[in-house]
Nanobody, 124 residues
Framework: QVQLVESGGGLVQAGGSLRLSCAASGRTFNYAMAWFRQAPGMEREFIAAISWSGGSIYYADSVKGRFTISRDNAKNTVYLQMNSLKPEDTAVYYC??????????????????WGQGTQVTVSS
């Protein structure tokens, strides 16, 4: 069993930065990790994914060049550095884990574990 706990959300002005963390407990060897977000009334949206080794990384076009996903397997933690934030980035951000491979095309339903989410609000 794997538990995921996100942190680092908050309120920030447009153009600002935030760094989200997702701490995993349990055995996460060979799990790909991903970040999603969900705004009110919207479907959960893929943001970024990273393989176990960190050698494969995927981003949604909407965040490419502004967000960076990374992981520290020694700390069982995955990060999402968010720069140049926009009001449209406002959402609840979730981390997810999938054993094996996760890409930008991996359906939400195929992820094995989810965190509880952390709110990110970007004011204009």
């Amino acid at each position: 069993q794997v538990q995921l706990v996100e942190s680092g959300g908050g309120l920030v002005q447009a153009g600002g930065s935030l760094r989200l963390s997702c701490a995993a407990s349990g055995r996460t060897f060979n799990y790909a990790m991903a970040w999603f977000r969900q705004a009110p009334g919207m479907e959960r949206e893929f943001i970024a994914a990273i393989s176990w080794s960190g050698g494969s990384i995927y981003y949604a076009d909407s965040v490419k060049g502004r967000f960076t996903i990374s992981r520290d397997n020694a700390k069982n933690t995955v990060y999402l550095q968010m720069n140049s934030l926009k009001p449209e980035d406002t959402a609840v951000y979730y981390c997810a884990a999938r054993r094996g491979v996760a890409t930008m095309g991996t359906p939400v339903a195929l992820y094995d574990y989810w965190g509880q989410g952390t709110q990110v609000t970007v004011s204009s």
